[in-house]
């Protein structure tokens, strides 16, 4: 699909405009893991098949992308292409699988020199190995019809190095933190060669047909506020810059694509953040709101953050705390657009969430 010819004219440009710094109508709504393990016709769609045969399926993926865009029409004001941010370790040469019940699993993590190496040496070309995901966005980019917006993503470059150094998810960090603290350098080396595959996978993405893009730092509040400066800041910049260099090397003439970080956790590093050269930056739930909308003071668009656990409350509950929300952001009618603090779950009630995003549409249009 490397010809993906004229794409459908966007019907809905809200999340686009806001993004832009624009006076809105109402706060644009998308959830992160919109597309998923909550919704039964995603258990419908991917049946029996292991997570990332289904990511490389273009028309799969295609599906379970737009299921909640169907399932909440008019309600959701984006899409999220289906896919993981671990696909960027296994363009970079490792073994990555996703077990059920315990999530991504390395099993061939990097603990010694000699594995990080083995790691930098490897020759990455995206356009082969992750050709699949580029043909997702392209066929979702055209199933889509110009109804929503589509974003592309990638995984923070200290984010995928935990993953990779820790062999999956961790509560101690412990062999990253001693890769950052006992070889800083070989760290750096590791840090510099996923933030440029990251650059470049980002601009590829949109020239496959992403027209937003969100950089997910999952394991940024894991660092001090002083590592962060030296361990994952940089690089987050890095691809702030990067993926515009890319599109220019790419002879991309489009509209500018505006991009979005979220590092979970980071309170510290908010005020940066806001200077990092994104156009929009997300926040956990930890965050009052109108704490982050006076640090930010208007420099970007801010995004979040409803604790996803307030739709196990009652149909009260979710409205007082919608309300709050989005009052504390300065009403949603400009630099706003609404979203959880992290990701939905799988035993979450399809029809609450369906209520939450309709508080968020009657309460950001007063």
């Not at 292991?50 to 865009?69: G, L, Y």
């Not at 589509?150 to 820790?166: N, Q, R």
């Not at 002083?226 to 940089?234: T, Y």
């Not at 668009?301 to 919608?322: E, F, R």
Request: proline share 5%; charged share 25%; with cysteine.
């Amino acid at each position: 699909m490397s010809n993906p010819g004229e794409f459908p004219q966007l019907k809905n440009d809200l999340i686009l405009r806001t993004l832009r710094g624009e006076n809105v109508e109402r706060p644009p709504c998308w959830i992160m893991r919109q597309a998923g393990r909550y919704l039964p016709e995603y258990h419908e769609v991917k049946g029996s098949r292991d997570f990332f045969e289904v990511c490389r399926d273009a028309e799969v993926a295609a599906e379970i992308t737009i299921q909640p865009v169907r399932r909440y029409r008019g309600l959701i004001d984006a899409a999220i292409i289906f896919s993981d941010i671990l696909v960027i370790p296994q363009a970079m040469g490792c073994v990555v699988e996703m077990v059920e019940g315990k999530g991504p699993s390395f099993p061939q993590p990097l603990r010694t020199e000699q594995d990080v190496q083995r790691v930098l040496d490897y020759e990455v070309d995206i356009t082969k190995s992750l050709k699949w995901a580029f043909d997702a966005i392209t066929l979702t980019r055209h199933k889509l019809e110009g109804e929503v917006p589509l974003f592309g993503f990638c995984g923070g470059p200290w984010t995928l190095l935990v993953y990779m150094v820790e062999g999956g998810g961790s509560r101690l960090f412990r062999f990253a933190k001693q890769l950052i603290n006992e070889h800083p350098d070989l760290a750096h080396q590791l840090l510099q060669k996923i933030t440029d595959v990251a650059s470049e996978f980002l601009a590829r993405q949109v020239i496959a047909g992403a027209q937003v893009l969100q950089v997910f730092e999952s394991w940024g509040g894991e660092l001090s506020s002083m590592d962060f400066d030296e361990f994952s800041l940089p690089y987050l910049k890095q691809i702030a810059s990067g993926v515009p260099k890319h599109l220019a090397k790419l002879n991309y003439t489009g509209d500018k694509i505006p991009i979005i970080v979220f590092a979970k956790n980071s309170w510290y590093a908010l005020d940066k953040l806001c200077d990092s050269g994104y156009d929009g930056v997300s926040l956990d739930w930890s965050w009052d709101p109108k704490e982050a909308v006076k640090i930010n003071n208007g420099r970007v668009t801010l995004q979040g953050n409803l604790d996803p656990g307030v739709v196990y409350g009652s149909d009260a509950t979710i409205t007082k705390k919608v309300s709050s929300m989005i009052k504390g952001f300065g009403g949603g009618k400009q630099n706003y657009i609404v979203n959880f603090g992290h990701g939905t779950h799988p035993f979450m009630d399809t029809e609450k969430i369906k209520f939450f995003l309709e508080e968020c549409h009657r309460i950001g249009s007063q």
